[in-house]
């Protein structure tokens, strides 16, 4: 079974550039998460979609970025324009809705944003 | 809401020595509660959850962690520490307001190193 994708692997951009990350997640799984983590901490969950719909966006910066998943299939994360403290790794995840709080998250291997 | 706290940022030990990884845990409502492993410049791989069907979890690669309600904790352990064993190791707790219930809120991750 193939895992979460999610390219690019790594990115490197000026501050105030733009920036896209994508993410297709395991093939019938209609939860997808963007996390995002910072060097020396845990990941923090930016947005979670149930299909092609928003469950909880709720520490989205939404000044800045934005996100969709167009057919509840691929999704993509976007910044514009970047700052400094962007600097981290996007992971995306994706996970069957089974039973809610004990379903399993299956992660991608992340996408490193170096903004300079 | 909920929240983990995991005592030591980084971990010692030599190779076959005891593993032991230590989260606690803060939420009102009763948590399910994860340990994943997150090795150099890869994604983050479940290696066990507890979802109150039994307190002593056994997940992959011969680690296990008990649920002790009384001390609010979820530790991590291995019998016999192996160098393929150094990663990052983060624990997690899900819940949320309804339809976010799979959220996932980490602690700040502990570094284990294994040594000869």
């Known amino acids: 079974e193939a895992g979460v994708a999610q390219s690019p692997r790594y990115k490197i951009i000026e501050k105030r550039q733009s920036v896209a990350f994508w993410c297709n997640p395991i093939?019938?799984?209609?939860?997808l998460y963007w996390y995002q983590q910072i060097l020396g901490q845990g990941p923090k969950l930016l947005i979670q979609f149930q299909n092609n719909g928003v469950v909880d966006d709720s520490q989205l910066p939404k000044d800045r970025f934005s996100a969709e998943r167009l057919k509840g299939v691929d999704s993509t994360l976007k910044i514009q324009p970047a700052k400094l403290e962007d600097s981290a790794v996007y992971l995306c995840?994706?996970?069957?809705?089974?039973?809610?709080?004990?379903?399993?998250?299956?992660f991608g291997p992340g996408t490193r944003l170096t903004v300079l | 809401a909920q929240s983990v706290t995991q005592l030591g940022s980084h971990v010692s030990v030599s190779e076959g020595a005891l593993v032991l990884l230590r989260c606690n845990y803060s939420s009102s409502v009763p948590p399910y509660l994860f340990w994943y492993v997150q090795y150099p410049n890869q994604g983050l791989q479940l290696l066990l959850k507890y979802t109150s069907a039994a307190t002593l979890v056994k997940g992959i690669n011969g680690f296990e962690a008990e649920f002790k309600k009384s001390e609010t904790s979820f530790h991590l352990t291995k019998p016999s520490a192996h160098m393929s064993d150094a990663a990052e190791y983060f624990c997690a707790v899900s819940g949320g307001a309804t339809g976010t219930a799979s959220k996932l809120t980490f602690g700040t991750g502990t570094r284990l190193q294994v040594t000869l």
């Open positions: 093939s019938g799984h209609a939860t």
């Open positions: 995840a994706s996970s069957l809705p089974l039973a809610g709080a004990t379903d399993t998250q299956y």
